[in-house]
């Protein structure tokens, strides 16, 4: 039968696709298998508001009728309105070590949003720049943080060897939390200015008013996130969905708010997910038998957090916003069991957050490299 890539169709071939990474990565312990149940309704359409304003196909890849590697192409309508673009992206993408079977992964992912007038394809990245994305470049002997992807070395060589482009570096910062003499002076005293000289404080969200604590947030971030390279501003339907899934890990000692103490108005965010993955890797992919077990005891096991966003409308960024929330995360660390984690992605291009990962005594633990092709 030789090497074809045919999309997928049907139970099985879906379950092939979400099965494929368990049996490529089963011998890397630093990778951390996700929750099979989750991963179907993921892809699900009818279950996954994305489908809403995006489109999608997934291939699989068989040499002799085994499955060596699988692939997405999709399209999202939004992010091409806002940008004002023609990309299509890819994503999903997992793939034995073997040039031939890239190459016709990425030949279908390619014709299929050619067939559709795109223009540039861009990816790996699963559906979204918010969802897993990048190929691992750097930082291979570190497990991944929750909505992170983990691959070996040869990913990197293989898309470079197929003709793929760097389009953006995204940065992983480690930051450890557990204490205050790594961190330059002068963002302990911005923080300490931020009320008695502006005005704004830092409350935390509830559990009870979370969803609308996130449309201040959507607020915030689809200002301050503008600009950025590969940004779709969140809608009410996106916030909805994100709504559920943060009720999932929600921990009101890190999901942040700075506001204006006189009008309320919110000014900055700060969304620190508790890493799940610390869980997930007990689970193993499935809940049962004792998979739910664990996650039931999620808070006594996991002990780091991923940043997941930290952001500061344009207009309030003179007043110390960021070193404010910056504080208080090394606060909350004092008050939790969580005492260290990774912050990002952050572009390697947005030199200020870089800065401010720098003078908090961060350092680059991991680089996630975003891929694109003409069409």
Not at 122 to 146: A, I, K
Not at 305 to 332: N, S
């Amino acid at each position: 039968m030789g090497l074809e890539v045919t999309p997928v169709r049907g139970w099985r071939d879906r379950r092939e696709f979400v099965d494929l990474p368990f049996r490529l990565h089963a011998n890397a312990e630093q990778w951390i298998p996700p929750l099979k149940l989750e991963r179907h309704l993921f892809l699900t359409p009818r279950l996954n508001n994305w489908f809403e304003h995006g489109e999608a196909e997934l291939f699989l890849a068989r040499r002799d009728g085994r499955v060596v590697g699988r692939i997405s192409a999709q399209i999202d309508r939004n992010f091409n309105e806002y940008q004002r673009n023609d990309w299509g992206m890819f994503g999903f993408l997992e793939v034995e070590e073997d040039g031939e079977v890239l190459d016709a992964l990425l030949d279908a992912a390619a014709g299929w949003l050619r067939a559709r007038g795109r223009g540039r394809m861009v990816g790996p990245m699963d559906f979204t720049m918010n969802d897993e994305v990048g190929v691992l470049v750097e930082g291979f002997d570190r497990e991944p943080f929750v909505k992170q992807p983990w691959h070996p070395p040869y990913y990197q060589r293989l898309c470079e060897e197929r003709g793929l482009t760097k389009a953006m570096d995204l940065w992983m910062w480690e930051l450890h939390i557990d204490g205050r003499d790594k961190i330059v002076p002068g963002i302990v005293e911005m923080a300490a200015k931020l009320e008695p000289e502006h005005g704004i404080r830092i409350r935390h969200m509830t559990r009870r008013r979370l969803r609308r604590d996130l449309d201040l947030f959507a607020e915030t971030y689809n200002e301050a996130w503008k600009d950025n390279w590969g940004f779709t501003p969140y809608t009410a339907r996106d916030l909805d969905t994100y709504a559920k899934d943060l009720q999932l890990v929600f921990d009101p000692n890190w999901f942040m708010v700075a506001e204006k103490v006189d009008s309320g108005e919110t000014v900055g965010i700060a969304i620190t997910v508790p890493d799940i993955n610390q869980v997930l890797k007990l689970m193993k992919g499935r809940l049962l038998p004792l998979g739910w077990w664990h996650f039931l005891r999620r808070r006594k096991i996991v002990d780091r957090v991923r940043v997941g966003f930290l952001g500061v409308k344009p207009e309030y960024q003179h007043t110390g916003v960021a070193a404010g929330l910056y504080i208080e995360h090394f606060d909350m660390a004092e008050a939790t069991p969580q005492k260290w984690g990774e912050m990002g992605w952050i572009l390697e291009t947005n030199d200020a957050m870089n800065r401010g990962m720098e003078g908090m005594g961060g350092r680059v633990a991991k680089r996630y490299r975003v891929y694109e092709r003409l069409l």
